[in-house]
């Protein structure tokens, strides 16, 4: 695909011909890492599809990849509001760090769903390292037939307090359901980034 150049009103003469370039994964919304672009570095970018920048050190410009096979197709470019930061959005093809890190911050680039998250952190902890005084732990504990049992009962239970009006009741037997429903994907091997998956070849 072969990227149109985009009208920015970028003030080179400001940042002295270079700006910084944050690389945002455009999916999973992770920072990357941050390299610097000229202009001709951007106009590159967007005519080859595979992120360049302007090496300082070498003086040069250097496409990500050009020697590992690591490239970054692009996505999209936006520039901030001081018109001297661009944001780039874009694929990973492998780890973007030369250390063989997802990012330069030696982070693992996965989805992130805030607070869903950590939860999802905590529950498989409590698959992995049982803990006697867990009530998870003890769910995973009796088994398959259990887990699913409580995500049934927890279903029948946001179906009745959505007929009432009590939002809070409503919202806690939610919050109760999407819970019970994490530890049945954990007991049966997947996360919730696998649902996601599904649900973005459907909206495909």
């Known amino acids: 695909m072969v990227y149109r150049l985009l009208t920015m009103n970028i003030d080179w003469n400001k940042t002295e011909g270079l700006v910084p370039a944050i690389i945002q994964d455009a999916k999973t919304k992770n920072v990357l890492m941050l390299g610097y672009m000229n202009e001709e570095a951007l106009t590159q970018t967007q005519e080859s599809g595979k992120v360049t920048f302007y090496s300082r050190t070498k003086e040069r410009?250097?496409?990500?990849?050009?020697?590992?096979g690591n490239f970054l197709?692009?996505?999209?470019?936006?520039?901030?509001?001081?018109?001297?930061?661009?944001?780039?959005q874009a694929n990973p093809i492998g780890p973007t760090c030369h250390k063989g890190t997802d990012t330069c911050w030696a982070e693992e680039n996965k989805s992130n769903f805030s607070f869903l998250s950590k939860l999802e952190a905590v529950i498989k902890d409590r698959h992995?390292?049982?803990?006697?005084k867990s009530y998870t732990s003890s769910l995973f504990k009796k088994g398959i037939n259990k887990v699913a049992q409580k995500v049934g009962e927890e279903a029948v239970e946001v179906v009745i307090e959505a007929k009432d009006n009590s939002?809070?009741?409503?919202?806690?037997?939610?919050?109760?359901?999407?819970?019970?429903?994490?530890?049945l994907l954990r007991a049966k091997g997947y996360d919730l980034e696998d649902v996601v998956k599904v649900l973005e070849e459907r909206h495909k």
């Open 61 to 68: 410009l250097w496409t990500k990849g050009e020697e590992s």
């Open 73 to 88: 197709e692009l996505v999209d470019i936006k520039l901030d509001c001081d018109n001297d930061t661009l944001l780039v």
């Open 128 to 132: 992995d390292n049982p803990d006697e």
């Open 167 to 183: 939002e809070e009741l409503f919202l806690n037997e939610s919050a109760d359901l999407l819970y019970h429903y994490m530890i």
